[in-house]
């Protein structure tokens, strides 16, 4: 009966989205009460050098333990934190904990000036009147250069065009931060504010190295954006590298940085310690 059916399907989907909106109610709950209890850690992936395959830095990515429930990803609770205010909370912990981390693996070893961290920054801090005087001060605490900060920022940023937003971008200018464009190519930005926004790096994100080597319109596609953003006087981050193939192409194809699976996963501070020495030693 297909009325009858009908309600069925309504009562399945009144059902779903009941599950739905109480997993989102008890993840918000959870997430005040560890951002209060600073239990999300960041961990810690690097990012290589094509041409020598030597760590020039680390991403810092924010990790959830859950004490019953273990690991929650990111991918489900990032946007709860974003709909729920707590982002900017979020990414203030996860910034403070990796300037701390860098300036202690610094002090270890002095040779290590030059490394850096990229830090995700949600589009919302930005139109935070405070949020530049935040990241200056955290660096102060942390007797942080700002030279050695890459703040990772998604394409829709370049759409908020606003003075608050001109503001910051000059303020983080001014010390020596730098914006990486995160995921590029899967944001909905106009390509014509790019020029003057002043990133001085694209991520390409993972999705179209995926498939540089199955589908040759995907690889053209990565070859022009890797040609574009060089001539624009940017350098270029691969996202999601997999294959030593991969690898191989992108160093042909003269993209600078590498991140990915293919090195190493987002660890905690301890190992990506580890992984630094030995790639620094051999
Ligand atoms: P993202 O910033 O683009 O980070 C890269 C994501 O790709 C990470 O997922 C990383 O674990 C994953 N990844 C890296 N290499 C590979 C690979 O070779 N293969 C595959 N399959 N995946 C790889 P993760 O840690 O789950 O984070 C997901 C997203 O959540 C991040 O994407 C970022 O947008 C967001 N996020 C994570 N931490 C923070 C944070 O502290 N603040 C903000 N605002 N967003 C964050
Ligand atoms: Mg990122
Ligand atoms: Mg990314
Ligand atoms: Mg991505």
């Known amino acids: 009966h297909a009325k009858e059916s009908g309600l069925g399907q309504l009562k399945c989907f009144e059902d779903g989205m009941r599950e739905r909106v109480l997993r989102q109610s008890w993840l918000e709950n959870e997430l005040r009460l560890a951002l209060q209890e600073e239990a999300i850690m960041a961990y810690y992936q690097p990012i290589v050098d094509t041409r020598t395959g030597q760590v ?51 002090a270890e070893h002095p040779h290590l000036q030059d490394l850096y961290l990229n830090v995700n920054m949600s589009s ?11 990241v200056q001060s955290t660096l102060q605490e942390t ?75 995907q690889a053209e596609l990565v070859r022009t954006i890797i040609t574009m953003a060089h001539n624009l006087g940017m350098t270029v981050v691969a996202e999601g590298v997999e294959t030593i193939e991969q690898q191989q192409w992108l ?26 020495i030995e790639t620094l030693e051999v």
């Open 56 to 106: 020039r830095g680390f991403e810092a990515l924010a990790r959830w333990k859950h004490p019953e429930r273990g690991f929650i990803s990111p991918a489900e609770f990032i946007p709860v934190a974003e709909d729920a205010g707590l982002i900017v909370d979020l990414d203030r912990l996860i910034l403070k904990q990796a300037c701390q981390q860098l300036k202690l693996w610094k």
């Open 124 to 134: 919302v801090q930005f139109s935070r009147p405070e949020f530049a005087a935040v």
């Open 143 to 217: 007797q942080s250069e700002g030279i050695h900060l890459h703040l990772e920022i998604t394409e829709s940023l370049m759409l908020q065009r606003t003075q608050m937003v001109a503001e910051h971008l000059q303020a983080l200018h001014d010390l020596g931060v730098k914006l990486h464009i995160d995921d590029f190519g899967t944001g909905y930005s106009s390509l014509g504010y790019l020029p003057r926004f002043g990133a001085s790096a694209l991520k390409i994100d993972r999705s179209f190295i995926r498939d540089i080597l199955k589908a040759p319109q």
């Open 251 to 276: 160093l042909q194809e003269g993209c600078d940085y590498l991140q990915g699976f293919l090195f190493s996963p987002p660890v905690e501070h301890s190992k990506a310690r580890s992984f630094l």
